[in-house]
Antibody
Framework: QVRLVQSGAEVKKPGASVKVSCKAS????????MHWVRQAPGQRLEWMGW????????KYSEKFQGRVTITRDTSASIGYMELSSLRSEDTAVYYC?????????????WGQGTLVTVSS | SYEVTQPPSVSVSPGQTASITCSGD??????VSWYQQKPGQSPVLVIY???KRPSGIPERFSGSNSGNTATLTISGTQAMDEADYYC?????????FGGGTKLTVL
């Protein structure tokens, strides 16, 4: 069955960077895109960006452009999301999710989430 | 940038029908997905491509999309359906989420 297993919780200081990983199994990793979505405490889901399954190209939400980098290691079926210049407002649960090639590119499987806390 | 709007909360009695709306400019021209999220859990896809249910999602969940409004309908609502529901539209290769609707079953 499809599984997305994320790395553990992180505590970072303002100005630092964080890199979260997402290990995929149960499907052909390079055939599907991987997305990153975050959710601040009590807030809405917020799409950050994705990496194409076909060609490995990444696209980012305007809000995070310049601060986020999404990459992958196809040999290990792992996706990564790195967020730099962290501030307190970046405290959130970060999710990876895979999308399918249906209309609207829905996110059909999600990781368990990784809590990133930014605090001095 | 594109935005979609949901009511913050909806209440329904057990066994009744719950309707959760999602509004956006010409939303009916786009594909909408719906996600269910229970406290402390990851979101679960319950409707995609406006009306389709993924495998394993009960038939009581259905969707529609026309004009400027998409609607998630839960027929015969059960206590286990109490959760936050998020609509999501795909616009110019951006995935846009609504603010979420808390469904209370009481």
């Amino acid at each position: 069955q499809v599984r997305l297993v994320q790395s553990g919780a992180e505590v970072k200081k303002p100005g630092a960077s964080v890199k979260v990983s997402c290990k995929a199994s149960g499907y052909t990793f390079s055939s599907f895109a991987m997305h990153w979505v975050r959710q601040a405490p009590g807030q809405r889901l917020e799409w950050m960006g994705w990496i194409s399954g076909v060609d490995g190209n990444s696209k980012y939400s305007e809000k995070f452009q310049g601060r986020v980098t999404i990459t992958r290691d196809t040999s290990a079926s792992i996706g990564y999301m790195e967020l730099s210049s962290l501030r307190s407002e970046d405290t959130a649960v970060y999710y990876c999710a895979k999308s399918i090639a249906a209309g609207g590119r829905p996110l059909d499987y999600w990781g368990q989430g990784t809590l990133v806390t930014v605090s001095s | 940038s594109y935005e979609v709007t949901q009511p913050p909360s909806v209440s329904v009695s057990p066994g009744q029908t719950a309707s959760i709306t999602c509004s956006g400019d010409k939303l009916g021209h786009k594909y909408v997905s719906w996600y269910q999220q229970k406290p402390g859990q990851s979101p679960v896809l319950v409707i995609y491509q406006n009306t389709k249910r993924p495998s394993g999602i009960p038939e009581r969940f259905s969707g529609s999309n026309s004009g400027n409004t998409a609607t998630l309908t839960i027929s015969g609502t059960q206590a286990m359906d109490e959760a936050d529901y998020y609509c999501q539209a795909w616009d110019s290769s951006n995935w846009v989420f609504g603010g979420g609707t808390k469904l209370t079953v009481l």
